[in-house]
């Protein structure tokens, strides 16, 4: 299996501009979930889906942003306006089942907004 | 809510042991361990769930204590390749994770 795979890996917009980013999780797992990491904050839980169902997403930090699972072999994460202030690496896992298995994570997109 | 994961660094000369803490002041459903080389994501090394188990992993292994919604990692004889940031990630349901925010390791020669 090729993993978890994001795009694109570097993502440098301006200030104002829409932002999508991508993520196409293992096949066969059902849970698909969105993080933030940055110096400050650490790696905050941004969204996360059950069988393409947004369940929480408690975490976005505001109207700019959205995100959407149309099927289960994809999930976007759209910033728009964009602002410095979003500049992250963000990263989406997935996993199979319930609480007893652990997440895999794609290799991040990393944003920064000027 | 958070977990507090302790110590924040740690340096090790090749061959000894650390130990990572992480606590949580909410009931906890499971105990997820990771560790994050820089820039690279984050690599799954282990669960623990509630009921107070122990895992080992090569010669890295964990605890949790249920009671004391606490979780230890243990690293012995260490390597180079074990440098990296050290991870808990917290649920209290079969859900959702929410992550400490970390131990850096550190291994000198």
């Known amino acids: 299996d090729a993993g978890v795979i994001q795009s694109p890996r570097h993502e440098v917009t301006e200030m104002g501009q829409e932002v999508t980013l991508r993520c196409k999780p293992i096949?066969?797992?059902?849970?698909l979930f969105w993080y933030r990491q940055t110096m400050m904050r650490g790696l905050e839980l941004l969204i996360y889906?059950?069988?393409?169902?947004?369940?929480?997403d408690s975490g976005m930090p505001e109207d700019r942003f959205s995100a959407k699972m149309p099927n289960a072999s994809f999930s976007t994460l759209k910033i728009q306006p964009s602002e410095p202030r979003d500049s992250a690496v963000y990263f989406c896992?997935?996993?199979?089942?319930?609480?007893?298995?652990?997440?895999?994570f794609g290799s991040g997109t990393r944003l920064t907004v000027v | 809510q958070q977990p507090v994961q302790s110590p924040q660094a740690v340096i090790l000369r090749e061959g000894e042991d650390a130990v990572i803490n992480c606590s949580s002041s909410k009931a906890l459903y499971s105990v997820h361990w990771y560790r994050q080389k820089h820039g690279e994501a984050p690599v799954f090394l282990m669960i623990?769930?509630?009921?107070?188990e122990q895992k080992g992993h090569e010669k890295i292994s964990a605890s949790f204590n249920e009671k004391k919604q606490q979780s230890s990692l243990y690293l012995t004889a260490s390597q180079l390749s074990y440098s990296g940031t050290y991870f808990c990630g917290t649920s209290s349901s079969a859900s959702k994770i929410i992550f400490g925010s970390g131990t850096r390791l550190s291994i000198r020669p």
């Open positions: 889906f059950n069988n393409n169902v947004p369940i929480d």
């Open positions: 896992a997935s996993r199979i089942g319930q609480g007893v298995y652990g997440y895999t």
């Open positions: 096949s066969g797992h059902d849970y």
């Open positions: 623990l769930l509630k009921g107070g």
